[in-house]
């Protein structure tokens, strides 16, 4: 059976709403301790960036298999400006709000699977997923 959760983003709120969600989803599957905070960090890191950066936005966290194996899907949508270079966002280090820029580089080394598309003007889009072993 497949669970699939959707919190939509406004306020800080909001952010802590997701990566409760998201934690609890990933301990009722299985997911180890150490997995459980690298999920919910990178909850926390794309609803942080839904906050920052764009009116409105959501983030859907779902149970998924493939090949028999279990694990959970994380997309963040978000009708935003888009980011004009893909590439320069995910380099450590890189930041558009004076943070330490680890979000979007930091979120894809927690993660088995990272995926963004994003589109100037229209949003971005990012799917991150975590396998069990």
């Known amino acids: 059976m497949s669970i699939s959760i959707s919190v939509d983003i406004s306020t800080e709120n909001d952010i802590v709403t997701a990566r409760q969600k998201g934690r609890f989803l990933a301990k009722e599957l299985g997911f180890s301790i150490v997995d459980q905070c690298r999920i919910a960090t990178g909850i926390s890191e794309l609803a942080r960036n839904i906050f920052l950066y764009a009116p409105t936005g959501k983030i859907i966290i779902s149970s998924i298999v493939k090949n028999s194996r279990q694990g959970i899907a994380i997309v963040a949508e978000d009708n935003g400006p888009g980011i004009s270079d893909i590439k320069l966002a995910l380099l450590d280090g890189f930041s558009t709000s004076n943070g330490l820029g680890m979000g979007l580089p930091g979120c894809q080394r927690l993660m ?22």
């Open 112 to 133: 088995d699977e990272f995926e963004i598309k994003s589109e100037l003007d229209i949003g971005t889009k990012i799917v991150i997923k975590k396998w069990l072993d």
